[in-house]
């Protein structure tokens, strides 16, 4: 099993460009969540969901927006990338809330 | 990656040492607790879990206690190995959102 996988592992945007980040997971999982990293804070919440067809805000979803239309893919988009949004994404998924959660290895985005 | 650890809190120990890693939480109503460790450039990685009814739960090397009067965590790795050295989160929640903790930074010296 390949577990959580992210793409791309890097990427450069300028200001105003959109892109997508692709998160899958092969574990069946019906919970899936979206993080930010930034140095010295803890993990933010971005968007999460509960299922396939789903979606749910989380601490800080402004700027982003997710699509779940495949169980086993979770996709967050940024359709105007700005120089906050230069951080380090995390994918994650769980078999049901309140258990561990498994990450995906990162995408680091820089914004210009 | 290395920039995680920037400004987190540092406890630096020697090998072979037992570490104590310490959360405080927020959320009195939390019936979850989670650890996870960090290696540089990677994504965090499952430790050990406990829940609300509990006080104390052992695993490989580790230990998480929960005293949920100071709603305190803390996570005990016995002696200590180069390989432990890592950025670690504690997560507590209710329902389906965690919150994580800054984290600490664990330094093993050999």
């Known amino acids: 099993n390949a577990g959580v996988t992210q793409t791309p592992k890097f990427r450069v945007l300028k200001t105003g460009q959109s892109m997508t980040l692709l998160c899958a997971q092969d574990m069946n999982h019906e919970y899936m969540y979206w993080y930010r990293q930034d140095p010295g804070m803890g993990l933010r919440l971005i968007h999460y969901s509960v299922g396939e067809g789903t979606t749910a805000k989380g601490e800080v979803p402004d700027g982003y927006n997710v699509s779940r239309l495949k169980k086993q893919n979770f996709l967050l988009g940024l359709e105007s990338a700005a120089p906050s949004q230069t951080s380090v994404y995390f994918c994650?998924?769980?078999?049901?809330?309140?258990?561990?959660?498994?990450f995906g290895p990162g995408t680091r985005l820089t914004v210009l | 990656g290395e920039s995680v650890g920037l400004h987190l809190p540092t406890l630096s120990v020697q090998e072979g040492d037992n570490s104590i890693i310490n959360c405080a939480y927020s959320n009195s109503a939390s019936d979850y607790f989670i650890w996870y460790k960090q290696e540089s450039g990677k994504g965090p990685q499952f430790i050990i879990d406990i829940r609300s009814n509990m006080d104390k739960r052992q695993g490989q090397r580790v230990t998480v206690l929960l005293n949920k009067t100071v709603k305190h965590l803390s996570l005990q790795i016995a002696a200590t190995q180069p390989g432990d050295s890592a950025v670690y989160f504690c997560a507590w929640g209710v329902g389906y959102i965690p919150t994580f903790g800054r984290g600490t930074s664990l330094i093993v010296h050999p």
């Open positions: 994650a998924s769980s078999y049901n809330w309140g258990n561990e959660q498994f």
